[in-house]
């Protein structure tokens, strides 16, 4: 079945370093999103992004889709402590309708 | 403001017994996900319903049942609770290819 892999797993930054998580799939994807964990909190909805290397951006969060639809990042300029969280990507294959989540990379932020 | 309600935040239960979690959701959804959560490993899909008394498998159905009687409400049974079974349980729901939504999550110990 589908496989989606995410790295690092953990990352500790200095609070206004950059910090990118990366994401690959093992199928070809017809889109990706990307959720926040806050600690103690659920997923929250981030971004979707559907085009062949789409580039979208939220302020210091820059999200991209791979030009293959195989692999996706996450890049934060200048991490806060408010960026501190567990952040998931999860593919949804071309046909049917359930995401496949990676593992997800845990932020910390050292003030 | 959409919502997705879990019945319990905290429950501790003894190995043997049944088990019922329960999620609501308010937007009318027709699709419904029940994950796991546990360090390291993500979010792992249990069971997932796209209608009103249909359901499929996910990756780590083994131990877990589900029921769907109504749109609103997705169920998750675990028949004889385990202590592998120890985990956070997230319930979401989403709309066609949109964004899921999560509930708060329930935190379940089986001692």
């Known amino acids: 079945g589908q496989q989606v892999m995410q790295i690092p797993q953990y990352q500790h930054v200095q609070e206004g370093e950059d910090f990118t998580t990366y994401c690959n799939s093992s199928?070809?994807?017809?889109?990706i999103q990307w959720y926040k964990q806050r600690p103690g909190g659920h997923p929250v909805f981030l971004i979707q992004l559907v085009k062949s290397g789409e580039v979208k951006k939220q302020k210091r969060l820059t999200f991209q889709f791979g030009e293959a639809k195989k692999n996706s990042s996450l890049h934060i300029t200048a991490t806060q402590t408010t960026d501190v969280g567990t952040y998931f990507c999860?593919?949804?294959?071309?046909?049917?309708?359930?995401?496949?989540f990676g593992e997800g990379t845990q932020l910390t932020v050292n003030p | 403001d959409v919502k997705v309600t879990q019945s319990s935040r905290y429950l501790v239960k003894r190995t043997g017994e049944k088990v019922f979690l329960e999620c609501v959701q308010d937007?009318?959804?027709?699709?419904m996900f029940w994950y796991r959560q546990d360090p390291g490993l993500g979010l792992r899909l249990i069971y997932f319903?796209?209608?009103?008394?249909?359901?499929e498998k996910g990756d780590i159905p083994e131990g877990y049942s589900v029921s769907r009687e109504k749109k609103e409400r997705f169920s998750l049974i675990l028949e004889s609770a385990s202590t592998n079974q120890t985990s956070m349980y997230l319930c979401a729901s989403k709309s066609g290819i949109s964004r899921q939504y999560f509930g708060p999550g329930t935190r379940l110990t089986v001692t």
């Open positions: 319903s796209y209608d009103v008394k249909m359901k």
């Open positions: 937007m009318d959804h027709e699709n």
């Open positions: 199928t070809t994807l017809s889109n």
């Open positions: 999860a593919g949804r294959e071309t046909s049917g309708s359930r995401l496949t």
